[in-house]
Each structure stands twice: as structure tokens, then as C-alpha cells.
């Protein structure tokens, strides 16, 4: 019985291969460069990349922690950054308010230096224990609330007139039930987990 011949490449046979972080040209649809950092945009999402080899990617689908899409999801954050560079960046001296406080440079930098600090975040959060404990902590606590605000919106529920959304009512109840069931035990373990650090 003959085995499987190993191959050279080592992605071959999986369908992303050379397909993470290896856009192709024609699929770009805009770039922008801010120096320590690139997006490149494509149909598909934007990747942002700094001079140190991070890359993130992220969708236009990306949403925030509490499950909606909005001005401050990172995709949209990051798109409007890619607009800005483009509408801004041809006359960074030129007034950006009508009563000449900030200029298209300013609110320029100021974009970069927030963005460039957040997307950098994951490349220094262990280096300090205690502050990714803290931002743990804060994140579990969240979490936590979150499963609260779910309770209190189930119980508040009130009850349809007709069959049909009374049997819905209750499966909703039932699956969000099983849903909190299943995951505060693992808030409380890593609430206790944190406590310890």
C-alpha cells in the first residue's frame, strides 16, 4: 500500500492557502500610508500593517463586542481612515473648521496616533502582567453584564396574544437559558482566575 506522498508546499490541498495575508493585486480597491503603519483595502476587507510584520485583517461583517455593526467597529474605523487620508492628505496645511483651530494635517496625525496606538495594543499587552489582568478583568466584568442585560431583557418579555409567538417566547427563553447556563460558569471560573493574578 503506497502512502501519501508528502508535498513541498506545505498549504497545498487547503483552500486558503496562500490566500491569508497574501492579497492579490487586482483585489486591492484602495491604500492608504501613514508612514509607520499601511491599510490596504481590498473587496474582500482591510488589512492593516505595520513596518514590524503585524498584520490584522478584519471585514466589513466585523462587529462590535455587543454584536452590532457601527461607526467605531474596526472595519469602519479603519475605512474611514483610508477616506480621510484620501479627501485630507492632498492639503495637510489647509484649515479643517470653519474657525481655523486644526488644520487637515492635524486631525490627520491625530487619526494616526489613536489608530496607531490601538492596532498596536496586542503586540505589547503581555508585556506588563498586571495591566492584561486589568484589561482581562475589565473584559470578563463586561461579559458578565452583558449576560445580565440578556437576563433582565428575558424576564421583561411579555407575552404575545397569539400561539405562535408565545411558542417563539419560549424557545427564545428556553436557548438563551441553556446559553447563560453554559457560559457563566465560565465567566465565574475566569472571574476566579483573575482574582488569583
Not at 498549504?11 to 484602495?30: K, S
Not at 489608530?115 to 506588563?128: K, L, N, Q, S, V
Not at 482581562?136 to 418579555?157: F, G, P, T
Request: glycine letters at 8%.
Amino acid at each position: 500500500m503506497a502512502g501519501k506522498r508528502k508535498s513541498s508546499n506545505p498549504g497545498q490541498g487547503d483552500p486558503m492557502a496562500g490566500f491569508l495575508f497574501n492579497l492579490r493585486h487586482e483585489d486591492i480597491v484602495d491604500r492608504a500610508d501613514f508612514g509607520g503603519f499601511e491599510l490596504i483595502k481590498t473587496k474582500a476587507g482591510i488589512m492593516y500593517r505595520n513596518h514590524t510584520g503585524f498584520h490584522i485583517w478584519t471585514t466589513p461583517y466585523a462587529v462590535l463586542p455587543d454584536g452590532r455593526r457601527g461607526e467605531t467597529s474596526l472595519y469602519q474605523w479603519l475605512d474611514n481612515m483610508i477616506k480621510a487620508k484620501s479627501e485630507l492628505g492632498g492639503d495637510p496645511g489647509a484649515m479643517y473648521d470653519s474657525d481655523g483651530t486644526f488644520t487637515n494635517g492635524d486631525v490627520l496625525d491625530t487619526m494616526r496616533i489613536v489608530t496607531e496606538a490601538c492596532m498596536t495594543w496586542p503586540m505589547t499587552a503581555f508585556i506588563d502582567v498586571n495591566h492584561a489582568s486589568e484589561f482581562a478583568k475589565d473584559y470578563i466584568e463586561r461579559l458578565s453584564a452583558q449576560a445580565n442585560d440578556l437576563r433582565d431583557a428575558m424576564s421583561a418579555l411579555s407575552d404575545s396574544p397569539d400561539e405562535d409567538g408565545i411558542l417563539a417566547e419560549e424557545r427564545f427563553r428556553a436557548d438563551a437559558i441553556d446559553l447563560l447556563g453554559e457560559t457563566a460558569p465560565e465567566i465565574e471560573r475566569m472571574q476566579d482566575k483573575i482574582k488569583e493574578v
